[in-house]
């Protein structure tokens, strides 16, 4: 598959080992993240030991430095526990040589709007991967699934987060997933589980994915997804997307979607162009203009917009940073301009998900 992310990324996850953290991961975890990130701007290489009072700045590396042992403990019970359930139901099948890719992943989103409007918000999404199992499994937590957001939001990634424990608790989902390779350029996904509330709200997804090589210049991806929520019906999208290097640095995609939500009886359709730049190992941006649609009470436009987001990795492999500054011409305001800009700290546990 031809990958859109042109910087490095890595990560990975457990299930039962952060069942306490996901209810709380707003009191410290922001701070945890920010400090760690200052860790790296100044370098561990600066601590030197002395048993003399340290001044204000060591202090402060000092902590980041705590802080950073802390995260990779945890990465530590995280991979542990993904080992432990596979060892569990591989018995006597357990290939030690096998790399356990799992991770958790924490997103805080930060919107600000033209008007004042400001909202925090997190997600959280982990997958525990089972190497030594006779299939692709995987077990797998979402906080906030995005399955009947709007594709623009999607694409645009602006789709809502938890801003308490009751939304969490209100929205968190945990199930199976099966990862199956079809042949040459084919591959589906099986995914079941359900909303962590009462009542069970159970569900299921499956997708289908295809890329090629067209020519020496375009690639293709076509992908096809169907999700049901017992508490919301059924819904279909499908998406192709064109990919062309244009040079070592810059990549162009162009992107068609549909999606049809059975609850709504109602078709959204989405249309950009975007440009992938890699301005180092680290940077990446990526400038974007895009337009969506509906097609009831009678097929209109949903709105236009234009955006940039710039995504650095802040420290080692775990700890990211990202800025989208947007202009958008919504239908609900008149199409008048309505500009924001979000901002996203993600910190990952565990091992790499590669991209």
Sequence with gaps: MYRVILSTQRSGAGINTFSRSLMNYHNGALLCCLLSGGSYAAGPDSLVETTEVLPESSWFLTTGEWLELKRDEFSETVNESAKGVDAYLARDLVDESLINDSYLRVRFKWRVEKSGYRKLEANVRAKMQLPNAKRRWKITFDSNPDDFDSISDRRRDQTSGSSSAQDLQDTAVAGISLDKYLGKNWDRNYNVGMKIRVPLDPYARA?????????????????????????????????????????????????????????????????????????????????????????????????????????????????????????????????????????????????????
């Excluded at 999208?237 to 244009?246: A, G, K, N, Q, V």
């Excluded at 640095?249 to 009886?265: T, V």
């Excluded at 969506?292 to 940039?308: A, C, E, N, V």
């Design 207 to 355: 997708s289908w994915t295809h890329t090629a090589e067209i020519n020496e210049q375009w690639r293709s991806r076509f992908k096809e997804t169907i999700s049901y929520f017992d508490s919301e019906g059924w819904k279909t999208e499908t998406s192709l997307d064109f990919y062309r290097p244009i040079s070592d640095a810059l990549l162009l995609q162009s992107s068609s979607a549909a999606q049809y939500i059975d609850q709504d009886n109602n078709w959204e359709f989405f249309q950009s162009l975007s440009l992938h730049q890699r301005i180092s190992v680290d940077t990446q941006f990526e400038h974007q203009v895009g337009v969506s649609g509906f097609s009831r009470p009678s097929l209109k436009t949903g709105g236009y917009w234009i955006r940039s987001e710039l995504r650095h990795r802040l420290y080692k492999d775990w700890l990211y940073g990202k800025v989208s500054p947007e202009l958008a011409f919504d239908r609900e305001s008149n199409f008048d301009l309505s500009p924001s800009i979000f901002f996203e700290l993600e910190i990952f546990f565990g091992k790499a998900p590669k991209s």
